[in-house]
T-cell receptor, first 116, second 121 residues
Framework: AQSVTQLDSQVPVFEEAPVELRCNYS??????LFWYVQYPNQGLQLLLK??????LVKGINGFEAEFNKSQTSFHLRKPSVHISDTAEYFC??????????????FGQGTTLQVKP | GAVVSQHPSRVICKSGTSVKIECRSL??????MFWYRQFPKQSLMLMAT?????????EQGVEKDKFLINHASLTLSTLTVTSAHPEDSSFYIC?????????????????FGPGTRLTVL
C-alpha cells in the first residue's frame, strides 16, 4: 500500500519570497514521484516528476523538487514566487516496475496563497 | 504536446437523469485513461481505470452500475453517471496515460483534462 502526506494544507507567502511545499510518502515498493498544480476550476498540470537519476528535479515555472530516499520526501521549492503561483499543489506517487499500473496516489493538496 | 479535453465543462441536470462526460486525448493515443472525482477543497479520488477495448477496473466502493465507463477508441473514454442524485454532484476529472518511449513503465505520465463540474438538482 502507498500513501502520500502533504504536511501543510495552506501555505501563505509574500510575493518574491521563497517557498517550500512538503511531501512525504510511504510505500513498500519503489516509486515514481510527481508534483501537479491545479488552478481554480481546472484540471491538473504536471509541474515535474522524478523517475531516476539526479535527485534534484527541475520543472516548469521555476519550480524544483528534491527526492530524498532516506527521508521518503519529495519537497517542492521555488526561490521567488509570483501572484500567479497561487493555486493548489498536489504531490503524487506511482509504483515502479512490474507493480506499476499507472495509478497515481495523491496527497491531500497544499493551497499556496501568494500575497502582494 | 499532450492535450486532454473534457466535454462538457459544466452540466446541470435533474435528479434521476443520466449524464455522459467525454474525455479525449487530442494529440496522442491513450490505451489507458483514468477517471477521478474531486470534492471541494479535497484531493482527487480515483474512481476507475479505463482500458481501451476492455472493461474498466473500478476502485473499491465505486458503483459499477452507476458510473458506466466506455473506452471505445484510443482517444476517447466516456463516463456516464446513471440516475444521478444530488450526492453525485462533484468535479469529475479524467486523465490519459501517455507512454514515453525508452522510459519503461512508470515513466509514462498522466495528462489531465480540465474537468467537468456536475450539479444534480
Amino acid at each position: 500500500a502507498q500513501s502520500v502526506t502533504q504536511l501543510d494544507s495552506q501555505v501563505p507567502v509574500f510575493e518574491e519570497a521563497p517557498v517550500e511545499l512538503r511531501c512525504n510518502y510511504s510505500s513498500s515498493v519503489s516509486v515514481y514521484l510527481f508534483w501537479y498544480v491545479q488552478y481554480p476550476n481546472q484540471g491538473l498540470q504536471l509541474l515535474l516528476k522524478y523517475l531516476s537519476g539526479s535527485t534534484l528535479v527541475k520543472g516548469i515555472n521555476g519550480f524544483e523538487a528534491e527526492f530524498n530516499k532516506s527521508q521518503t520526501s519529495f519537497h517542492l521549492r521555488k526561490p521567488s514566487v509570483h501572484i500567479s503561483d497561487t493555486a493548489e499543489y498536489f504531490c503524487a506517487v506511482s509504483s515502479r516496475g512490474s507493480s506499476n499500473t499507472g495509478k497515481l496516489i495523491f496527497g491531500q493538496g497544499t493551497t499556496l496563497q501568494v500575497k502582494p | 504536446g499532450a492535450v486532454v479535453s473534457q466535454h462538457p465543462s459544466r452540466v446541470i441536470c435533474k435528479s434521476g437523469t443520466s449524464v455522459k462526460i467525454e474525455c479525449r486525448s487530442l494529440d496522442f493515443q491513450a490505451t489507458t485513461m483514468f477517471w477521478y472525482r474531486q470534492f471541494p477543497k479535497q484531493s482527487l479520488m480515483l474512481m476507475a481505470t479505463s482500458n481501451e477495448g476492455s472493461k474498466a477496473t473500478y476502485e473499491q466502493g465505486v458503483e459499477k452500475d452507476k458510473f458506466l465507463i466506455n473506452h471505445a477508441s484510443l482517444t476517447l473514454s466516456t463516463l456516464t453517471v446513471t440516475s444521478a442524485h444530488p450526492e453525485d454532484s462533484s468535479f469529475y476529472i479524467c486523465s490519459a496515460y501517455k507512454q514515453i518511449p525508452g522510459t519503461g513503465a512508470g515513466g509514462d505520465t498522466q495528462y489531465f483534462g480540465p474537468g467537468t463540474r456536475l450539479t444534480v438538482l
